[in-house]
């Protein structure tokens, strides 16, 4: 378990929870209608915060999470900068999200159009991924006919968070919530699937968090969307490419590169060793590169020169 460094000070709020990667701060006054969501440079790998952090990377993220909130058709937690909520601080402000703050759904909405990562392999011991029988003969990377939900229970802090089935998610949350949150998840990966397609990229698979508005009971979708974080995102035309290895064709858009150089210089026993600049940069225009084929525009920021 790698220490997070202290996080920043922001004038107005205060410091919550932090995350592997994002920060959370309530209002300093002790309101609760608002969550300011911070998301940082650093970058993890095999459960490991890793050093250096990745500048340009938390507001990358940011940026590309406001995007698909501004194309999904399901209301979400963003409020524009309102009166009652405390301004968001200027030095934070190309990679935070003010929010409204929900009662979360103790569930991750994992919504799978391909067959990779854990789901592949329960899919291995068990034939099935999270109750959902598959044909047989599917290998590492195939497309599935049709997406899955596949939800996960959010553990308590420290624990690790578990697939379960649908009829788990019943009991967790209620039929109707239960139902609402599987039907709204696929529904939302598959015009996203669609769109990204279109650019070149496959979306494998995705999680979503979705919470309940507290004053009118209505599904609002939380957390950050269909970012590389969230999700696994391939190359189109590596993925189609038979020629290719597996590796190169089911190669994520985000931290494959961390992963491969954490692979080849660390035996995973102690501390991870600190990211050469090279790999800090190649790994900064990985994730530039997902934002530009998904939104067509340059990124909001520019890169800082390292
Ligand atoms: P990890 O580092 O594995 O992601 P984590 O999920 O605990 O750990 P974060 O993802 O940084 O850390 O935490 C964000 C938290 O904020 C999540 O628990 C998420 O459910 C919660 N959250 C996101 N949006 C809202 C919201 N609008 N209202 C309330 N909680 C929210
Ligand atoms: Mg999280």
Request: charged share 25%.
């Amino acid at each position: 378990m790698t220490l997070l460094p202290a996080p920043t000070q922001l004038a107005g709020w205060r410091h919550i929870y932090s995350g592997k990667v994002r920060d959370l701060y309530t209002p300093a006054d002790g309101s609760d209608a608002h969550l300011l969501v911070v998301a940082s440079n650093r970058v993890s790998a095999f459960d490991h915060v890793l050093e250096p952090p990745i500048p340009g990377k938390g507001a990358l993220l940011t940026a590309l999470s406001n995007w698909w909130f501004a194309r999904i058709d399901l209301p979400n937690h963003l409020v524009a900068e309102e009166s009652d909520a405390p301004a968001v601080p200027a030095e934070v402000a190309d990679r935070a999200m003010l929010t409204r703050r929900l009662e979360m759904y103790p569930i991750e909405c994992v919504v799978r159009g391909a067959l990779t990562g854990s789901g592949f392999a329960e899919y291995q011991r068990t034939g099935a991924v999270c109750g959902i029988e598959l044909p047989s003969g599917l290998d590492d990377g195939d497309l599935l006919d049709r997406p899955i939900f596949t939800p996960a229970y959010k553990a308590p802090l420290g624990e690790h968070d578990e697939n379960i089935t649908f009829e788990r998610s019943v009991e967790l949350v209620g039929p109707e919530a239960a139902a609402a949150l599987r039907d709204a998840s696929l529904q939302i990966f598959t015009a996203a699937r669609d769109l990204a397609a279109g650019r070149g990229v496959v979306l494998a698979d995705t999680k979503f968090e979705l919470g309940r508005d507290p004053l009118t009971g209505a599904l609002v979708l939380a957390d950050e969307v269909l970012t590389s974080d969230s999700s696994r995102y391939w190359d189109a035309s590596a993925y189609h490419d038979a020629a290719r290895s597996r590796q190169d064709r089911l190669a994520s858009f985000d931290k494959q590169i961390v992963r491969n150089w954490l692979s080849e210089h660390w035996d995973r026993a102690g501390a991870p060793p600190a990211l050469p600049d090279e790999i800090v940069a190649k790994t900064y225009d990985r994730y530039r590169e997902l934002y530009v084929r998904l939104t067509g525009d340059e990124p909001p920021v520019a890169p800082v020169a390292i």
